[in-house]
């Protein structure tokens, strides 16, 4: 134990003594989030002003500040679930570098066993991209909490950060796989240029998923992350949606909460079937069990390989 514990201490180290590295996982998800408030923010809004004018008579009964919380949490939630799937992957590049750097022949000359150096590993990627995950959900509560009422509860927030432990695990679990196979940190960088373009699409930040056919929804779906997107959905919205829904006092009949929750995709989408949290939270958790299991049983074939 204390081998693992050490090497998980070492691996942890190295990673955040590359201090840019660090200071650009925070920046980059810092900079979509403006971005997004800026030249986004008013595409959703009016996505929801259109819901409202589909009824009669009710828009007048919901806050406007009401509307832009919601937006600012709906998006937020996307940066989180992009950041959810870049910030582990930037994780676990010190494996990478370790095998570009001839680090791993020293390693193969530890007594440490393979499991636990693969583990280390996994366990220092996950530490630190829970770290780094719950500083962006800090400083995005905070500032949005500036701005007017979240309608979050104690309850909301630890759950939210219980969601971003999760999301951290499985995310690592599921890129640990990949990571196995690269020699060099370019073939990483490279690859992690791809992953960071095409992660909002697919966990629906830039285009809710409600949007796309079946087939795509249910190809989305099959990875973690955005299982776990939804789920903070779920965790930082309903607050302020059941706000929404009180201030129209049953005027809707509650089909406002519904239609909102079905076309921002509160639930995950499997040929055609909606999970409920309870799912998606145990096919994340068996996912990373799986792919924690993959990557420890590869480990042995891929590691120094020539």
């Given at each position: 134990m204390r081998k693992f514990a050490g090497f998980t201490r070492r691996?942890?180290?190295?990673?955040?003594?590359?201090?840019?590295?660090?200071?650009?996982?925070?920046l980059t998800s810092v900079i979509v989030l403006v971005t997004y408030l800026l030249f986004i923010k008013g595409t959703f809004t009016d996505a929801i002003n259109s819901i409202l004018d589909s009824v009669p008579g009710i828009k007048a009964m919901i806050r406007a500040q009401?509307?832009?919380?919601?937006?600012?949490?709906?998006?937020?939630?996307?940066?989180?679930?992009?950041?959810?799937?870049?910030?582990?992957?930037?994780?676990?590049s010190v494996i990478v570098k370790d095998r570009e750097n001839g680090i791993d022949r020293d390693i193969m000359a530890t007594p440490v066993g393979r499991w636990q150096i693969i583990l280390s590993y996994f366990t220092s990627a996950v530490l630190s991209a829970?770290?780094?995950?719950?500083?962006?959900?800090?400083?995005?509560?905070?500032?949005?909490?500036?701005?007017?009422?979240?309608?979050?509860?104690a309850a909301d927030v630890v759950a939210a950060y219980g969601i971003v432990a999760l999301g951290s695990v499985s995310s690592a679990a599921f890129f640990m796989i990949v990571m196995l196979f690269f020699r060099s940190s370019a073939a990483s960088g490279a690859f992690f240029g791809m992953l960071s373009a095409a992660a909002g699409f697919v966990i629906g930040a830039y285009i809710p998923l409600s949007q796309f056919s079946e087939s795509v929804r249910t190809a989305c779906c099959l990875f973690p992350a955005s299982h776990v997107t939804c789920l903070l959905r779920g965790a930082l919205l309903d607050g302020v949606l059941e706000e929404m829904a009180h201030s129209l006092n049953g005027a809707d009949h509650g089909m406002f909460a519904d239609t909102m929750k079905e076309v921002?995709?509160?639930?995950?989408?499997?040929?055609?079937?909606?999970?409920?949290?309870?799912?998606?939270?145990?096919?994340?958790?068996?996912?990373?069990?799986?792919?924690?299991?993959?990557?420890?049983?590869i480990y042995g074939k891929t590691y120094q390989r020539k």
């Open positions: 691996n942890l180290l190295v990673f955040f003594k590359d201090k840019q590295a660090v200071a650009f996982s925070l009401d509307i832009d919380t919601y937006c600012n949490l709906l998006l937020f939630t996307g940066i989180l679930g992009s950041a959810m799937v870049t910030v582990p992957c930037n994780c676990l829970f770290l780094l995950n719950g500083v962006i959900l800090t400083a995005g509560l905070a500032a949005f909490a500036c701005m007017g009422d979240l309608y979050l509860g921002f995709a509160f639930e995950a989408d499997i040929m055609g079937h909606s999970l409920s949290t309870a799912q998606m939270t145990a096919y994340v958790a068996a996912l990373s069990v799986v792919c924690a299991a993959v990557m420890t049983g």
